[in-house]
């Protein structure tokens, strides 16, 4: 790593401290880990966090700091986690849940603020994403105003906040009256879930679900209330495993196309809807997290000088286009032959369907027959039957995704590039977000390799890979088998049925034995 002596981004985070929401989730534990590794003398990081699950927001942080990403920090930084303290609270209740004492500590010492905690499921309640997304936000402009040394607050948006256009700037797009920010949070308060939820499809309009809507509900109110704030924007594209940082392709959890990737690679998912020649939109989740750091200083230096906060795009379909088709290519190659999961359902096959009718059929073939056999094979054998469940439910995750594989955007990137020119030769380095370094054809075989060792957890040793590619080829040999005796069959039933199929099988074994006839004459001469 570069000397961070010479980093001007480093520098500035030096003894700041700085409140975070979203801590536990993908992009805040990569920020936070960033943070620690590259600027050692940072004030403190007081993540607001809760109780989840039975554990309290201190086992929480432990287990936290246990997990793969840290492990590097674990063995040559054991003492910097001190500087990251959990501070009980959450998003939903007022005042963000934090105690007087809690607040005090914040607006006493806090210089920088990052709201990162969102609610990302493409399907929640529009009550509860209203709440989560834009409720949240107003809390957080509500304590950025009594925070007393503040000098950056940057929230993270997403670049699908518009994705009803085709076209989007780094520029706040106006939704009109009915998108009023304070009116939608006041009908939360008094009207009941099944009301709103009829409510949804009305508010959605050409978006594609309440999150991607809620972003865009969460802006307009930044723009309307906070413009005065030492505020900036970032939009963030479909984040995707690590390209060089903590490890090449690191990941832990199953959003976004990851779950999918999975799923193709054990032979469940077969067929998707989507555009074969639609670009692919993913953006490292180191990429990412570089430029949010970023943001995050160069916030503090702008927003004297700009009447309105600055957004920034983290996209890379503008800049390094990667199709569809492309990436399934790869995905194939790697998941068939080079290193295969370890137990799969089937050979891996995925193919993409533009229509309805298409889709449906190949859904039935490659999908539901084959899991009412299986299912059916385990009910004989006593076994527990899981296969129709598992499509249920990868069929409803792969139509949330549908809307993002049917179409594709061009972001301007112009802050983006602004914000690059301003970057020391060492930050380039050090906090380096330029998409045309990506190697796409290395990049995403990493990211295949990444879901076999930090999500599946597999054994990534060389005699259990060749496991796993004797059991592929097994596979394909069953497969050519079956094609073969389908195909003999179906000529069998056909050569006595019909005198005509039975001269034209006459004419193919003619043809072919006059062939084998003429390669056999050109061998011997």
Same mark, same amino acid.
């Given at each position: 790593?570069?000397?961070?002596?010479?980093?001007?981004? #480093?520098?500035?985070?030096?003894?700041?401290?700085?409140?975070?929401?979203?801590g536990?989730?993908?992009?805040?534990?990569?920020?936070?880990?960033?943070? &620690?590794?590259?600027?050692?003398?940072?004030?403190?990081?007081?993540?607001?966090?809760?109780?989840?699950k039975?554990?309290?927001?201190?086992?929480?942080?432990?287990?936290l700091?246990?997990?793969?990403?840290f492990?590097?920090l674990?063995?040559?930084?054991p003492?910097?986690?001190?500087?990251?303290?959990?501070v009980i609270?959450?998003v939903?209740?007022?005042?963000?849940?934090l105690?007087?004492?809690?607040?005090?500590l914040?607006?006493?010492?806090a210089?920088? &603020?990052?709201? #990162?905690?969102?609610t990302?499921?493409?399907?929640?309640h529009?009550?509860?994403?209203?709440?989560?997304?834009?409720?949240?936000?107003?809390?957080?402009?509500?304590?950025a105003?009594?925070?007393?040394n503040?000098?950056?607050?940057?929230?993270?948006?997403t670049?699908?906040?518009?994705?009803?256009?085709?076209?989007?700037?780094?520029?706040?797009?106006?939704?009109?009256?009915?998108?009023?920010?304070?009116?939608?949070?006041?009908?939360c308060?008094?009207?009941?879930?099944?009301?709103m @939820?009829?409510?949804?499809?009305?508010?959605?309009?050409?978006? !594609?679900?309440?999150?991607?809507?809620?972003?865009?509900?969460?802006?307009?109110?930044?723009?309307?209330?906070?413009?005065?704030?030492?505020?900036g924007?970032?939009?963030?594209?479909?984040?995707?495993?690590s390209?060089?940082?903590?490890a090449?392709?690191?990941?832990?959890?199953?959003?976004?196309?990851?779950?999918?990737?999975?799923?193709?690679?054990?032979?469940?998912l077969?067929?998707?809807?989507?555009?074969?020649?639609?670009? @692919?939109?993913?953006?490292?989740?180191?990429?990412?997290?570089?430029m949010?750091?970023?943001v995050?200083?160069?916030?503090?230096?702008?927003?004297?000088?700009?009447?309105?906060?600055?957004?920034?795009?983290?996209?890379?379909?503008?800049?390094?286009?990667?199709?569809?088709?492309?990436?399934?290519?790869?995905?194939?190659?790697?998941?068939? #032959?080079?290193?295969?999961? #370890?137990?799969?359902?089937?050979?891996?096959?995925?193919?993409?369907?533009?229509?309805k009718?298409?889709?449906?059929?190949?859904?039935?073939?490659?999908?539901?027959i084959?899991?009412? &056999? @299986?299912d059916?094979?385990?009910?004989?054998t006593?076994?527990?039957?899981?296969?129709?469940?598992?499509?249920?439910?990868?069929?409803?995750?792969?139509?949330?995704?549908?809307?993002?594989?049917?179409?594709?955007?061009?972001w301007?990137?112009?802050?983006?590039?602004?914000?690059?020119?301003?970057?020391?030769?060492?930050?380039?380095?050090?906090?380096?977000?330029?998409?045309?370094?990506?190697?796409?054809?290395?990049?995403? !075989?990493?990211?295949f390799?990444?879901?076999k060792?930090?999500?599946?957890?597999?054994d990534?040793?060389?005699?259990?890979?060749?496991?796993?590619?004797?059991?592929?080829?097994?596979?394909?040999?069953i497969?050519?088998i079956?094609?073969?005796?389908a195909?003999?069959?179906?000529?069998?039933?056909l050569?006595?049925?019909? !005198?005509?199929?039975?001269?034209?099988?006459f004419?193919?074994?003619?043809?072919?034995?006059?062939l084998?006839?003429?390669?056999r004459?050109?061998?011997?001469?």
């Amino acid at each position: 790593m570069d000397s961070i002596d010479s980093s001007q981004v #480093s520098q500035f985070f030096s003894g700041k401290n700085i409140f975070l929401t979203g801590g536990t989730g993908f992009l805040g534990k990569s920020f936070i880990e960033k943070l &620690l590794r590259s600027c050692p003398d940072i004030g403190n990081i007081y993540m607001l966090c809760r109780a989840k699950k039975g554990k309290s927001p201190e086992e929480r942080m432990t287990a936290l700091f246990n997990e793969s990403l840290f492990a590097n920090l674990r063995a040559q930084q054991p003492d910097c986690f001190k500087k990251v303290i959990p501070v009980i609270g959450d998003v939903l209740d007022d005042k963000l849940g934090l105690s007087e004492e809690e607040e005090k500590l914040i607006i006493d010492n806090a210089n920088i &603020l990052i709201h #990162s905690a969102a609610t990302i499921r493409f399907d929640e309640h529009i009550k509860l994403a209203l709440n989560l997304n834009v409720g949240a936000t107003v809390k957080m402009v509500a304590l950025a105003r009594r925070v007393k040394n503040l000098i950056s607050f940057v929230h993270v948006s997403t670049a699908y906040a518009n994705c009803d256009r085709t076209d989007i700037e780094e520029v706040f797009y106006e939704m009109g009256a009915d998108y009023d920010p304070i009116k939608l949070l006041e009908l939360c308060e008094w009207m009941n879930e099944d009301v709103m @939820a009829s409510m949804t499809e009305t508010l959605i309009k050409d978006r !594609p679900n309440t999150y991607c809507l809620t972003k865009a509900i969460s802006e307009a109110y930044l723009f309307k209330y906070a413009t005065d704030l030492p505020l900036g924007i970032f939009r963030p594209s479909i984040i995707g495993a690590s390209w060089e940082e903590p490890a090449p392709g690191w990941i832990d959890n199953l959003n976004g196309p990851t779950g999918l990737f999975i799923a193709v690679g054990k032979g469940v998912l077969r067929i998707l809807e989507g555009d074969v020649n639609k670009v @692919a939109d993913i953006i490292p989740i180191d990429y990412c997290v570089n430029m949010l750091i970023t943001v995050t200083w160069y916030t503090s230096i702008i927003t004297k000088q700009v009447e309105t906060p600055l957004i920034y795009h983290c996209t890379s379909g503008s800049k390094k286009p990667y199709t569809w088709l492309q990436l399934g290519t790869l995905l194939l190659e790697f998941f068939q #032959s080079k290193e295969p999961y #370890s137990e799969v359902f089937r050979r891996p096959d995925v193919n993409f369907a533009t229509n309805k009718v298409e889709l449906s059929y190949w859904k039935t073939i490659s999908h539901w027959i084959p899991a009412y &056999l @299986a299912d059916g094979l385990c009910k004989v054998t006593g076994k527990k039957a899981i296969m129709l469940r598992a499509y249920d439910r990868i069929h409803k995750a792969s139509k949330t995704f549908t809307f993002f594989t049917r179409r594709e955007w061009t972001w301007t990137d112009d802050n983006c590039n602004m914000l690059m020119s301003k970057m020391s030769d060492a930050d380039k380095r050090l906090y380096n977000f330029n998409v045309h370094d990506i190697i796409w054809e290395e990049y995403y !075989p990493n990211y295949f390799r990444g879901t076999k060792k930090y999500i599946l957890k597999e054994d990534m040793s060389p005699a259990k890979l060749q496991e796993a590619r004797a059991q592929q080829a097994r596979f394909q040999r069953i497969w050519y088998i079956t094609v073969c005796v389908a195909t003999a069959l179906i000529g069998r039933f056909l050569y006595l049925k019909s !005198p005509v199929c039975r001269n034209l099988w006459f004419k193919m074994l003619g043809t072919i034995m006059q062939l084998l006839r003429q390669v056999r004459l050109t061998i011997v001469s």
